[in-house]
Structure formats: structure tokens, C-alpha cells
T-cell receptor, first 112, second 114 residues
Framework: QKEVEQNSGPLSVPEGAIASLNCTYSDRGSQSFFWYRQYSGKSPELIMSIYSNGDKEDGRFTAQLNKASQYVSLLIRDSQPSDSATYLCAVNMGGGSYIPTFGRGTSLIVHP | ETGVTQTPRHLVMGMTNKKSLKCEQHLGHNAMYWYKQSAKKPLELMFVYSLEERVENNSVPSRFSPECPNSSHLFLHLHTLQPEDSALYLC?????????????FGPGTRLTVL
């Protein structure tokens, strides 16, 4: 069974700190990786997609992909209270399918 | 604004009612999706349409009936629902293909079944 695993949290960090969110996946053939942010009662909002090994940076956000170890992470620098949300990891398992599998999400709390 | 709209945003219905949820995407994508998200549960994929053909149906009860008349519009017809069907229903669209398969979500319809 193809799975995407995330620690449900909550992960609590102080304002200004680096928040590190992790995601592991089971299918070695996975090709596309996504991080979404979801505020309570709202729909998921894409933060970043990543397709190649290594780091990808966008503002305060950095996605890191390691296909050999089958994990993808999201770093949030200078965390703000407005970053408090649930972060969903999604992985496209490949094999001709472009339907991603979502993890259960990690709840992040940034406290002042 | 993600380019995916959903109506209505909120819906309260009785178990004997029939209603429909509507989704429209303005992104030129060729795939559309319905998801269900219950409180404190992960996203559940319900249906996928690719080029207006249903390609995925994840054992969803027949009281949910999807319709995709064209690549920009997707409907979810509801009838004789149960209280446990109360949830946030999300529509998404994507362009199928390598490195273009990002899903963009609509704002969702908050459904309450009495």
C-alpha cells in the first residue's frame, strides 16, 4: 500500500525560529512532491512543489527532497504566528498516475 | 485566488433533500477532482475526471453522483445523505503530466446534513 506519513504534531515553535516539517513516503517511484498549507476551515493552499533531489527555496520556505531516503521536508525560517496552520505533504506516486496521495498533515503552532 | 471556484460555500440539507455542488476551474486544466475532508481526518479522494472521463472512484456511496459536462465544470449531486456525510467538500484541478501535476483547490463547500 502506497503511503505518505507525517507526524500529526502539534509542532510548537517560538516566533522567529525555524520550523521543520517532515514527510516520508513508501513508493520509490514517486516523482512529484508538494507541500500545502491549510488554515482551519479553509482549503489547502500550495506552498511549493519539488521534483528533483536537493533544496528548493521560495522566500522563507525551503523544500528538501531526498529520494534515496524517501523523505521530503519543509523548512520555514523566521516563523510567524500567521504560519500557524496544518501542513499537508502530497506525493505523486508516478507509474503513469498523476493522482497524489496526501499525508494526514502536521499541525504547526508558532507562539509569540 | 486559485482559479477554482465552488458554489455554494455553505449548505445545510436534510436527509431527504437533493442538492448539487458546483465547481468551475479557469486554469485550462484537464483533470478535476472531488475530495471529502471530515473533521480531524485526512483528505479523502472521491472522484477524478480526466478529459471529462471518470478515471477514479474510490468506493464512494451511490448517494454521491459526480458529473463532468466539460473540462471546466464539475458537479457533485447529493441525495438521501446521512449525518456522517457532513464535511468540507473540496474540488481541485490539475494539468496531468510530469512536473505539471500540481493540484489547485477551490475554497470548498461546508456541508451539514441534519
Amino acid at each position: 500500500q502506497k503511503e505518505v506519513e507525517q507526524n500529526s504534531g502539534p509542532l510548537s515553535v517560538p516566533e522567529g525560529a525555524i520550523a521543520s516539517l517532515n514527510c516520508t513516503y513508501s513508493d520509490r517511484g514517486s516523482q512529484s512532491f508538494f507541500w500545502y498549507r491549510q488554515y482551519s476551515g479553509k482549503s489547502p493552499e500550495l506552498i511549493m512543489s519539488i521534483y528533483s533531489n536537493g533544496d528548493k527555496e521560495d522566500g522563507r520556505f525551503t523544500a528538501q527532497l531526498n529520494k534515496a531516503s524517501q523523505y521530503v521536508s519543509l523548512l520555514i525560517r523566521d516563523s510567524q504566528p500567521s504560519d500557524s496552520a496544518t501542513y499537508l505533504c502530497a506525493v505523486n506516486m508516478g507509474g503513469g498516475s498523476y493522482i497524489p496521495t496526501f499525508g494526514r498533515g502536521t499541525s504547526l503552532i508558532v507562539h509569540p | 485566488e486559485t482559479g477554482v471556484t465552488q458554489t455554494p460555500r455553505h449548505l445545510v440539507m436534510g436527509m431527504t433533500n437533493k442538492k448539487s455542488l458546483k465547481c468551475e476551474q479557469h486554469l485550462g486544466h484537464n483533470a478535476m477532482y472531488w475530495y471529502k475532508q471530515s473533521a480531524k481526518k485526512p483528505l479523502e479522494l472521491m472522484f477524478v475526471y480526466s478529459l471529462e472521463e471518470r478515471v477514479e472512484n474510490n468506493s464512494v456511496p451511490s448517494r454521491f453522483s459526480p458529473e463532468c459536462p466539460n473540462s471546466s465544470h464539475l458537479f457533485l449531486h447529493l441525495h438521501t445523505l446521512q449525518p456522517e456525510d457532513s464535511a468540507l467538500y473540496l474540488c481541485a484541478s490539475s494539468q496531468l503530466g510530469p512536473a505539471t501535476d500540481t493540484q489547485y483547490f477551490g475554497p470548498g463547500t461546508r456541508l451539514t446534513v441534519l
